[in-house]
């Protein structure tokens, strides 16, 4: 049984804890504004908004309904279309309609609810990050003119406003007055919730779930039996902390958490803006660390990165706890050196060193929302213009994330010039081992790895190289 | 006004196929498959399906009482494969279950084994093989062997444009019930509500009056749901005949992406032969259209890539054959455009080449050729209202082009590793069904006695804003609050005999059906008022805000009390009429005709920027200026021009469909076909509406616009292929679309031959 307030109602239920929140919202609760577009979290039809208390606040952030387990909103409040409408058209409601964004109506609700939520998880409104809000939202119909349109007018009901709160956004009609009371409400439904959850070891029989962002692309249908074991809550899995000069991020800490932390953005100044290519905010507002480096995909991103970082895992199973090389966790296409059992609780790297220098390049048909046809990240240290520390990663080009070594080996104690980097990268691709599938050719994924190579010291290092003898 | 249907869907009001309440006792199918491109079924066992939980039934080609047949132009479809399979995809039974999950379990336990035979995926091999689906068509102009000597230069190449997944964000789906008397009602999301009810019937063996279709909207079409809902809402009707229960057919994305025809991909040769001055004198050109395994609209379709040959341009002397090749891949289908696009990008690519091998810039050629009034089509009709010449002029004087082409050179002569390009696409797109007797469409129209308005047309809603056009029409034409105005769905029993909502032709055609049907109400209501004012005149009555006025003069009377003694009086409320576009006609034998009733014109710049280094692009700007006639509602009018350019900027780039060898579809699902998303589409797009152009042939002076607007996204391909050649300036050229990052990497980088040795 778990408990939780749908829009205004609040639901006890004790359908299975594995069916997706869509089909819930949908088939069992009747309300059928959120739509069903593809079930794999990449037409944001199914948008919604997903409120849990922290410090006795309500914060919000949007999901896929088609992704997200039920059992994952124990305790929580969810805002689907329904939730937002008033009498009234509210402003962003009409705006959508003025400003022609809207045509066929099926995309609709879930821009609808992605902007209305921009609105309830920002304080400060800026129209660029309202239009952004909507990254997880395909339209077939409007060619998206009207919708940034839509989106820019809401916005501007609140200029000059350095602050905006839920009872300005109610006072404004951007939500129903029923939300002013939901902290409350949450309060009282968290202390039915089942508190024995935690980050010791995956139970037996079990199924692991965190974000479930990769896990419900893959088998909804089956997890829907299955006993699952939900992580995305439990508070020792979470959070960014520095520790014996580290920087340690919990197993079940999400991209979006990853994205906003204070600790990276001091020491990796453009990761926020990297990790804009990873998904989209619904996605990252689920997806989990954890879950990118086991899912074991070749062309994670955040594996990607880390590996870069030359991060260690930290695994538990509640009776043992041990350590291992990211680069060393990959043992061939979706093999992992992982007991059954294990969880990953964390995952460190050391802190950025003095004269460092970080790159992460992606390359997808799409820039945003999509997959690399390859990824690549370098971290890279010099001292008195000699590279002392180099890693350098490598996704989509091999079964698993790789780990150039021997690009690493050849670059160590060189220093930076031209006719390093272009050997640099003729070594990269002869590290790989690239196979021609939807996202490009073998050909394209070994040039273009080879271009990524050259864009790391472009990025990093314009003034020492000259651009002309390299491309 | 606002838009009503806008309203309901901000709220997420508006009922699609699957939002709908359904009747007690509802079964889910789901559609098991070929996984094979060619061969015979050697064994169909379903008995393990049966034994599954919940699976009450497989229905496959045995369970049809009348014919297995859904072709429409041609009768080559079946509903179910019974012998042989024709492509990955092809249907071969309906599992019937109590829910969804039952039913995919039913088709996963299904054991079927195939014989392979031969397949073809390529269409110019289907042609040398023999494999066309109706002998090749040619449209000519002139004399192209004499023109040939004229040119002082001829120029040749090959073009390939690829296929396009449709994307509606609504799938495919239909559910049907058993109704009394042996009938059968279908609730289908479907362009075509007729072809559902003709081809139900057909396949039930029973006559079309007992198949009722109700549409209420779609969640996008763009052609895609204007032969290929008929299948599935035909499974359901079949089902739902078979076992009495009503049966929902809903198709997973991914089904629905695997088993439905895409836009044409075309290969295609083109000869183009000018003079210095930059005047083409002579173009030649075949067009291998890949038509997948069934006839379905291709030989339509291919039609209109004829009529389109020549784009906005004026050729003396043209020789343009199609081919429609049979290949055994779903079978390709209407898409936005129509066949149209396939031809413009052939044109405008041609262009280009020649431009390239003058060393002139394109728009030199294109302006020299664009359309004059009265200038002669290959296929015979002669331009009217012709503003080919001024959109053209007026786009590159409000966007002053010189000067964009000047900061575009200053920026690529500062940049090394981004350039930028820019691109004019102008378009010319004829309007009507080439298929002439199509050109019909019928209205009724009910007024109730409380004053309210209900509206039946043959017109689907699926996002273009038609239901909002003729809501609009309605209102105005009885000068009533449009509150009172009702669109209804779209329905076999209320409106017979439909031709689809395509061709960019369902405000025009089932505008004027409204008017007309409305005008047969107001004539009686007229003579009505006339009564009730004691007045002798009827002609002298008009209605003004719901106010009667008498010879100019405003009376007691108003719409409400009017319609309630017109009711009283006994006189009908109701009225239905019938609209057909006069003066059209086409003979197909000679390939001449005046197939449309009018044309639509426009020119787009559009401008690209290229990072050189990794080889991905943004489309920058699209500025437009276009014909809209006088626009029945502007906001609905830019929109679609809005969404239209991105869809076509979609199919120039980042939208590429991809098989396997074995032609499994490859891009099966929106991870891997990428169409635009809000970052990817233009930041900024401009839309001007050309002042002052009444369309005489449209209703209330205004001009269709579904899909021309599509066609301005080829811009995009030449805008970023002149951002490669200022990167590479000694760059072959490759004409093939779409230009996605990997084809921009690979013909920036071709000079790298260690780097594609290694990993062969
Ligand atoms: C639309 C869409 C877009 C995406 N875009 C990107 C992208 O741009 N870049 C990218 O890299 N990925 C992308 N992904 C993939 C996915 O979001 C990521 O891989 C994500 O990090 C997975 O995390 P999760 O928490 O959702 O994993 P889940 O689905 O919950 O789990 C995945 C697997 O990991 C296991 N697992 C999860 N956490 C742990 C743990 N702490 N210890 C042990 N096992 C664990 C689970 O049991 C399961 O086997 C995308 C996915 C979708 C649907
Ligand atoms: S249904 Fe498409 S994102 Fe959920
Ligand atoms: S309005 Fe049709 S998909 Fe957005």
Redesign the interface.
């Given at each position: 049984m778990i408990n939780f307030i749908l829009n205004n109602k609040t639901i006890s239920t004790d359908s299975p804890l594995g069916i997706t929140l869509l089909d819930f919202i949908r088939k069992e609760e009747h309300l059928?504004?959120?739509?069903?577009?593809?079930?794999?979290g990449?037409?944001g039809?199914c948008t919604i908004l997903i409120g849990d208390l922290i410090d006795n606040k309500v914060k919000y952030k949007s999901a896929n309904s088609c992704l997200m387990p039920l059992g994952d909103v124990d305790g929580k409040h969810v805002v689907?279309?329904?939730g937002i409408?008033q009498d009234e058209?509210t402003p962003?409601?009409?705006a959508?309609?003025?400003?022609?964004?809207?045509?066929?109506?099926?995309?609709?609700?879930g821009f609808?609810v992605s902007l209305t939520g921009y609105f309830l998880t920002h304080e400060a409104i800026n129209p660029i990050e309202a239009?952004?809000s909507?990254?997880g939202?395909?339209?077939?119909?409007?060619?998206?003119?009207?919708?940034?349109r839509a989106a820019i007018k809401s916005t501007s009901l609140f200029n000059g406003l350095k602050r905006i709160s839920t009872e300005d956004l109610v006072n404004k009609k951007f939500l129903p007055d029923y939300f002013l009371e939901i902290p409350k409400r949450l309060i009282e439904l968290q202390k039915l919730r089942d508190k024995s959850k935690s980050g010791n070891g995956l139970p037996d029989k079990r199924v692991l779930v965190s974000g479930g962002t990769d896990l419900y692309?893959q088998k909804w249908?089956s997890l829907?039996d299955e006993d699952l074991f939900f992580i995305s809550d439990v508070n020792e899995l979470k959070g960014i902390s520095i520790e014996d000069n580290r920087i340690k991020i919990g197993g079940a800490t999400t991209v979006s958490e990853i994205e906003n932390s204070p600790i990276l953005q001091q020491y990796f100044p453009n990761l926020k803006n990297d990790l804009r290519l990873f998904g989209s905010i619904p996605i990252r507002n689920r997806a989990t660390i954890g879950g990118n480096i086991v899912n074991a995909s070749p062309i994670g991103d955040l594996t990607n990165i880390l590996l870069a970082l030359n991060s260690t895992l930290h695994l538990t199973n509640g009776k043992s706890k041990r350590e291992i090389f990211l680069k060393d966790f990959y043992k061939g296409y979706k093999t992992l050196d992982k007991l059954e059992d294990e969880i990953i609780a964390a995952v460190s790297f050391r802190i950025p060193r003095e004269n460092s220098f970080f790159n992460f390049?992606k390359?997808?048909?799409?820039?945003?929302?999509?997959?690399a046809?390859v990824n690549s990240s370098m971290y890279l240290e010099l001292s008195d213009g000699i590279i002392v520390e180099v890693h350098i990663s490598a996704g989509g080009v091999a079964p698993i994330p790789l780990y150039l070594a021997r690009t690493r080996e050849f670059l160590l104690n060189k220093n930076i010039s031209d006719e390093v980097i272009s050997d640099a990268a003729?070594i990269a691709?002869?590290e790989?081992?690239?196979i021609s599938?939807?996202?490009?050719?073998?050909?394209?994924k070994?040039?273009?790895l080879?271009?990524?190579i050259?864009?790391h010291f472009?990025k990093l290092f314009p003034e020492l190289i000259d651009?002309?003898e390299l491309? | 006004m606002k838009n009503f249907d806008a309203i309901k869907h901000v709220r997420g009001e508006s009922q699609f196929v699957d939002d709908i309440l359904v009747p007690q006792g509802l079964l889910y199918g789901y559609v098991f498959y070929s996984t094979i491109a060619h061969g015979k079924i050697k064994k169909l066992d379903y008995s393990n399906a049966l034994k599954i939980d919940g699976v009450i039934d497989v229905i496959t080609a045995k369970d049809i009482p009348g014919e297995n047949q859904i072709g429409g132009i041609i009768q080559d479809e079946n509903l179910f494969a019974e012998e042989t399979v024709h492509f990955v995809g092809h249907p071969i039974a309906l599992v019937v279950a109590e829910n969804q999950l039952q039913a995919h379990a039913g088709a996963r336990a299904i054991e079927c084994g195939f014989e392979k035979l031969p397949a073809i995926f390529d269409p110019r091999e289907a042609f040398e093989k023999g494999e066309v689906i109706v002998p090749p068509r040619i449209f000519s102009l002139g004399d192209v062997n004499k023109a040939w000597k004229e040119c002082d230069y001829i120029v040749e190449g090959k073009v390939e444009s690829g296929g396009q997944e449709h994307l509606y964000l609504e799938v495919q789906g239909s559910f049907a019930y058993p109704t009394e008397g042996n009938g059968i009602k279908i609730i289908s999301a479907t362009q075509n509500p007729t072809a559902v009810q003709r081809t139900s019937a057909r396949v039930l063996g029973i006559p079309m009056h007992k198949v009722e279709v109700d549409v209420v909207r779609l969640g996008g079409g763009f052609g895609g749901k204007e032969d290929q809902a008929t299948a599935w809402a035909v499974m359901t009707a079949l089902a739902a005949k078979k076992l009495n229960r009503p049966i929902k057919l809903i198709l997973p994305r991914q089904e629905d992406i695997r088993l439905t025809g895409k836009r044409h991909s075309y290969s295609s040769d083109f000869k183009i032969g000018l003079k210095s001055s930059g005047k083409i004198i002579s173009y030649e050109v075949t067009f291998y259209q890949n038509g997948g395994a069934a006839a379905d609209l291709s030989p339509a379709i291919l039609e209109r890539t004829l009529f389109h040959t020549t784009n906005s341009y004026y050729i003396p002397n043209v020789r343009a054959t199609g081919i429609s090749c049979r290949t055994n891949l779903p079978s390709n289908t209407a898409f936005r455009g129509f066949g149209g696009p396939q031809a413009m990008f052939v044109m405008e690519s041609a262009i280009y080449k020649a431009a390239q091998v003058m060393g002139v810039d394109p728009s030199f050629i294109q302006k020299k050729n664009l359309l004059k009034e009265g200038d002669e089509f290959p296929y015979g009709q002669k331009t009217k209202n012709c503003r080919a010449v001024r959109c053209y002029e007026e786009v590159e004087s409000r966007y002053r082009i010189s000067e964009i082409k000047k900061s575009i050179d200053e920026f690529n002569q500062t940049n090394r590793l981004y350039k930028k390009g820019v691109a004019l696409m102008p378009v010319c797109f004829g309007i009507s069904f080439t298929t002439t007797f199509l050109n019909q469409a019928s209205a009724l129209v009910h007024v109730y006695t409380d004053g309210s308005v209900s509206i039946s047309t043959a017109a689907v809603e699926m996002g273009q804003g038609v239901n909002m056009k003729l809501h609009h029409i309605a209102a105005k034409m009885f000068s009533i609050d449009p509150k009172r105005v009702k669109i209804d769905t779209t329905n076999t029993s209320r409106v017979a005999n439909t031709s689809p909502t395509a061709a960019s032709k369902g405000a025009d055609l089932n505008g004027y059906a409204t008017i007309d049907a409305c005008e047969i109400i107001l004539k009686r209501l007229k003579k009505v008022a006339a009564d009730e004012l004691k007045k002798e005149d009827p002609s002298k009555i008009e209605i003004k805000n719901e106010i009667i006025f008498y010879d100019g003069n405003k009376t007691e009377l108003i719409w409400q009390k009017l319609i309630n003694a017109a009711y009283l009086k006994r006189v009908s409320l109701s009225a239905q009429a019938h609209h057909a576009t006069p003066n059209i006609y086409f003979d197909r034998e000679k390939s001449k005709g005046e197939p449309f009733a009018y044309h639509v014109y426009g020119t787009a710049i559009v401008e690209a920027t290229l990072d050189c280094l990794r080889g991905t692009y943004t489309i920058d700007s699209v500025k437009v200026v276009h014909d809209f006639g006088e626009s029945l509602f502007p906001i609905i009018d830019k929109g679609q021009a809005e969404g239209g350019i991105v869809q076509g900027i979609g199919w120039m780039t980042c939208e590429e469909v991809m098989h396997d060898k074995e032609g499994k579809l490859l891009t099966d699902a929106l991870s891997t076909y990428k169409v635009p998303d809000i970052h990817f589409a233009p930041k900024d797009i401009q839309i001007n509406f050309l002042e002052d152009v009444p369309n005489p042939y449209g209703p209330f002076k205004s001009k269709a616009i579904g899909e021309p607007p599509f066609m301005y996204g080829i811009g995009a391909f030449f805008a970023i292929m002149n951002a490669m050649r200022s990167f590479r300036p000694k760059m072959e050229i490759e004409l093939k679309a779409p230009l996605t990052p990997e084809r921009v990497l690979l013909s920036l980088y071709s000079e790298i031959p260690e780097l594609t040795l290694q990993n062969k």
């Open positions: 059928t504004g959120t739509k069903e577009g593809c079930r794999e990449d037409c039809a689907t279309i329904e409408n058209l962003v409601q009409e959508l309609v003025d400003e022609g964004g809207t045509q066929c109506g099926f995309c609709t609700p609808v239009i952004d909507m990254n939202n395909i339209c077939r119909c409007t060619g998206y003119a009207g919708i940034k692309v249908e829907i390049e390359v997808s048909k799409r820039t945003y929302l999509d997959i046809s003729e691709t002869s790989i081992s690239p599938d939807a996202r490009g050719s073998a050909e394209y070994t040039l273009l080879r271009q990524l050259l864009a472009i651009i002309g491309v | -």
